[in-house]
């Protein structure tokens, strides 16, 4: 359902009550986003779409602003006490959906639950730090961390906080905590929205929460369709079914934009095209031309890895490929990010030079490898894993392009089914050290540290750097740290860093909506036009 007006009575008593803002009309909204939840348990993944859902339903102890800021969410204020310990004091007079007061007892079960009902891209990245939570009082929890811990704050723009008692028979495992949830019945949150319903790969209902401790919401219903397919999306949005969009497909921006009923919003995001290599000494998919095993690994020379970045010709992939709407990034983190190191240039193309490398690697004549990246996931992906695999090609790499959805990619990626990826990462607490941490450091389960380095790369001065930013409590040290290990990644190249996304939403004329760089479409950013 569309937005709609009220009954002419209510109408009439908002202006006799005086000038009553446009929140107080009724209303009802529908949006068109490319993917939705993978559970309504908002601990289940930490994959970007989940996470954008849930929070119309549930608050983080911190939020985090429309550029990455951090700001004050049912933590009021946060304090790092000594070393070791970070106080966060607690919003009062906060309510769950049911009713029930929100006090620490909440946070610190949300903490603990989330090992045990975590599933694909684990939500344990966000609680890594933690060693011990102490209840001070009802609004004064106390965190104890693994050591020094400068970005726990940072890392909390993701701990959604759940009802303890609503929750707490369906927290020992993923599938039980599915059986509680995805009914409605622990879905209990202190966000905007309540819970509806959802419909796996269809649409999330939610309805505004008239308890809420924020400013009060203009939407008495909000509709989250899911409409994967780019054409169909634009198409509901040109036929007036959905009342926005999300990630409009490049080709079809200037065209909306000329469209006298609709508005596009554009915005950079922080979301951007990385390669992944494999450094496993028998990488599945690495083979000589005619199918044969190469005596070792390519990848595993730095050479090569040097080939395949002067192969990649940026500036012409966000040109044409992207038409206009990516940035070519140096880095596997955006300019905005802290730690983004301004030393860092982009890679200019120099196919000549690559084919040199390859030659004193011991590769004259190239080799087969298989690309495999999504083609759902991020405006263009499909589009410009495609490009890269034609400029490889160009230098006698023979590569086999494999596009797939991000329900099947991320599996196998998982698995260790591929050997040289591409897919999108965003920084999404603001801190270089999140990315870090995550994709280049060793994998090492003990540490919680390279839990999506699925490739094997490991660095010891890499993983120095990282574990040294980790505990560095002066702001300017750790920086420095960050900024060294970006440099790292750009010499070492464990990853290529290719472009962020510009992405773009179409409205129609009668809302508005304040974008976001992580790329959320959040219904608490959307008000109906002035």
């Known amino acids: 359902m569309s937005i709609h007006k009220v009954l002419r009575t209510v109408a009439l008593a908002s202006v006799l009550l005086g000038g009553v803002s446009s929140a107080a009309l009724a209303a009802d909204l529908t949006v068109g986003v490319r993917a939705g939840p993978l559970s309504v348990d908002p601990h289940f993944t930490a994959a970007g779409t989940h996470a954008e859902a849930m929070k119309h339903i549930y608050d983080s102890l911190v939020k985090s602003g429309n550029n990455l800021e951090l700001e004050p969410g049912l933590a009021t204020s946060w304090t790092a006490i000594d070393a070791t310990t970070w106080e966060f004091k607690l919003r009062q007079g906060v309510k769950f959906h049911d009713g029930s007061d929100f006090t620490a007892e909440d946070v610190k079960f949300s903490i ?9 891209n684990p939500t344990t990245i966000y609680v890594r730090r933690v060693r011990g939570i102490e209840i001070v009082d009802p609004y004064t929890i106390r965190i104890k961390t693994d050591g020094p811990a400068p970005t ?61 401790w924020g400013e009060k919401e203009p939407w008495d219903k909000v509709i989250r369709k899911e409409i994967p397919n780019d054409a169909a999306r634009v198409a509901q949005l040109k036929a007036g079914q959905v009342d926005l969009i999300a990630r409009i497909p490049s080709s079809d921006v200037p065209t909306l934009e000329q469209d006298s009923k609709l508005s596009i919003v554009r915005q950079e995001s922080v979301y951007l095209f990385n390669i992944a290599f494999d450094f496993r000494d028998k990488p599945p998919q690495v083979s000589a031309k005619d199918g044969s095993p190469l005596p070792k690994n390519p990848f595993q020379d730095a050479k090569v890895r040097e080939a395949f970045d002067l192969a990649i010709d940026r500036e012409a992939l966000t040109e044409i490929a992207m038409e206009g709407m990516g940035a070519v990034q140096s880095q596997l983190v955006t300019p905005n990010i802290f730690g983004w190191n301004p030393a860092v240039k982009p890679t200019k193309a120099d196919p000549a ?59 196998a990626n998982t698995r260790g089914d591929y050997s040289m990826t591409m897919s999108g990462w965003g920084t999404l607490t603001g801190e270089a050290n999140y990315t870090l941490s995550s994709l280049t450091h060793s994998n090492d389960p003990a540490k919680k540290l390279g839990a999506f380095n699925l490739r094997g790369y490991v660095n010891p001065t890499m993983d120095k750097l990282i574990e040294d930013a980790a505990v560095e409590m002066d702001t300017a040290k750790r920086e420095k740290l960050l900024m060294d290990a970006n440099a790292l990644v750009s010499t070492d190249r464990p990853y290529l860093a290719i472009a962020s996304t510009i992405t773009a939403w179409g409205m129609k004329k009668n809302i508005t909506i304040v974008p976001r760089s992580d790329e959320d479409t959040l219904a608490m950013n959307i008000r109906p036009a002035k």
């Open 353 to 411: 030079k690559a084919k040199a490398l390859l030659a004193e690697a011991g590769y004259p004549n190239g080799f087969k490898v298989t690309f495999s990246f999504t083609n759902d996931r991020l405006p263009g992906d499909k589009d410009v894993g495609t490009t890269i695999a034609q400029m490889l090609t160009a230098i006698g790499i023979q590569v086999e392009a494999n596009a797939q959805p991000g329900a099947v990619f991320f599996p």
């Open 152 to 212: 726990l704050p940072n890392d909390f723009i993701r701990l959604f906080v759940v009802s303890h008692t609503a929750a707490k028979d369906f927290s020992a495992s993923a599938d039980k905590a599915a059986e509680g949830f995805n009914s409605g019945k622990a879905a209990i949150g202190t966000g905007p929205y309540k819970f509806v319903s959802w419909t796996p790969k269809e649409q999330l209902v939610v309805e505004k929460f008239d308890g809420y």
């Open 112 to 120: 603990e639950r989330i090992p045990a009902v975590t599933g694909p």
